[in-house]
């Protein structure tokens, strides 16, 4: 079940299931070993693919994705319970695996294609004065009236 809401004039698109309701977003970075430039024309192409075929397989919705020569940008929505670290792992673990089947010279040049580190931080609209607000009002909602604490 998806909604969309504004707060504090952002859209946001809300996602919810049994038990709870989540607007998660991942803004990850990573880079190809040494920091080579190696992900340009065909490669990029190929990246590019890969990456959204990835997230459309764990249901992650790529909001942004922006390929540069020597390093990667992936903002993307998930479910709470594939953690940040799960989400750099499977599409690192993929592309690499896939791009270096298809490009010998990723092979050659390289030990792996992609560093072991990355770069991850959540992305979010929501201040800790809305989230404050949102808890302190719980009792004020229709379905909470005159229900004990």
């Not at 010998?104 to 990355?118: D, F, G, K, Q």
């Amino acid at each position: 079940m998806d909604r969309a809401g504004i707060v504090a004039g952002v859209v946001r698109q809300v996602t919810g299931g049994a038990g709870g309701v989540y607007d998660l977003g991942f803004h990850v970075v990573w880079c190809p070993k040494y920091r080579r430039a190696v992900l340009v024309g065909q490669v990029r192409d190929r990246l590019d693919t890969l990456i959204r075929q990835k997230c459309a397989e764990h249901d992650w919705p790529v909001v942004a994705l922006d390929i540069e020569p020597d390093h990667v940008h992936l903002f993307v929505k998930a479910h709470p319970k594939h953690s940040p670290s799960y989400i750099a792992n499977q599409v690192k673990g993929f592309t690499s695996h896939e791009l270096r089947g298809e490009f010998a010279h990723l092979r050659s040049r390289l030990p792996t294609l992609w560093s072991r580190s990355y770069f991850v931080a959540t992305v979010g609209a929501v201040s800790a004065q809305t989230v404050r607000r949102y808890v302190d009002t719980q009792d004020e909602r229709p379905w909470r009236r005159g229900m004990p604490r």
